[in-house]
């Protein structure tokens, strides 16, 4: 079974500057998916970001990126420019691909994004 | 994006009772869907998967009795927790996985279950 760790449980940052989570996993697997999702107080999973482990490129979207490290089964989430919107809760996810797919998540970090 | 509709959003019920939830997929074919339980401030602990036509497979602990999933077609699958008890309370998050975008999760809005 494929284990995801996330090491911080609440982070606290200034609006407008960055914040970096923590995630690691442990799987035997070298093709598979990791992703970010973010909950905020109304409680609906929304992806923020995904990449796929065949990809060395960190994947990027607006202002999140990934520092993905596949031989140190690490996948860190970068939140730049932070605003009072992103004011959630982080999870760290895990997916194989193929049939048996389905997503593994970590315990998840709260990010609080202060005025 | 795709839309993930669950319903109902809250639901009260006594002891004893059972609580249908529904979880459709709006503008996709969902052959796979994951039902979650989700405790305050804690994780998605995945609770069973269900194949459209197929029995679900359940995830171990999880009371397949208790908790019954039918996916009866590809954009419709209901959790039914039966004989409900308050450590039943917890909220219920479904998402489905689009055939044509096949890493992807589309979640639903949740439900919180309380049982009194």
């Known amino acids: 079974a494929q284990t995801v760790t996330q090491s911080q449980p609440e982070m606290s940052v200034q609006e407008a500057e960055t914040v970096t989570l923590s995630c690691t996993y442990d799987?035997?697997?070298?093709?598979?998916?990791l992703f970010w999702y973010k909950q905020p107080p109304s409680r609906q999973m929304i992806l923020v970001i995904r990449?796929?482990?065949?990809?060395?490129q960190n994947a990027t979207e607006n202002r999140f990126s990934v520092n993905f490290q596949k031989a140190a089964k690490s996948f860190s989430l970068k939140i730049s420019d932070s605003q009072l919107g992103d004011t959630a809760m982080y999870f760290c996810?895990?997916?194989?691909?193929?049939?048996?797919?389905?997503?593994?998540f970590g315990a998840g970090t709260t990010v609080t994004v202060r005025a | 994006g795709a839309v993930v509709s669950q319903h109902p959003s809250r639901v009260i019920c006594k002891s004893g009772t059972s609580v249908k939830i529904e979880c459709r997929s709006l503008?996709?074919?969902?052959?796979?869907m994951f039902w979650y339980r989700q405790f305050p401030k804690k994780s998605l602990m995945l609770m069973a998967t269900?194949?459209?036509?197929?029995?679900?497979?359940?995830e171990q602990g999880v009371e397949k009795d208790k908790f019954l999933i039918n996916h009866a077609s590809l954009t419709l699958s209901t959790l039914t927790v039966t004989s409900a008890h308050p450590e039943d309370s917890s909220f219920y998050i479904c998402?489905?996985?689009?055939?044509?975008?096949?890493?992807?999760?589309?979640f639903g809005s949740g439900t919180q279950l309380s049982v009194l």
């Open positions: 998402s489905a996985r689009d055939s044509l975008m096949n890493e992807k999760l589309f």
């Open positions: 799987t035997s697997e070298s093709n598979y998916y």
């Open positions: 990449q796929e482990a065949y990809k060395q």
């Open positions: 996810a895990f997916g194989l691909t193929g049939t048996d797919y389905k997503l593994s």
């Open positions: 503008d996709f074919q969902a052959t796979t």
């Open positions: 269900s194949n459209e036509g197929s029995k679900a497979t359940y």
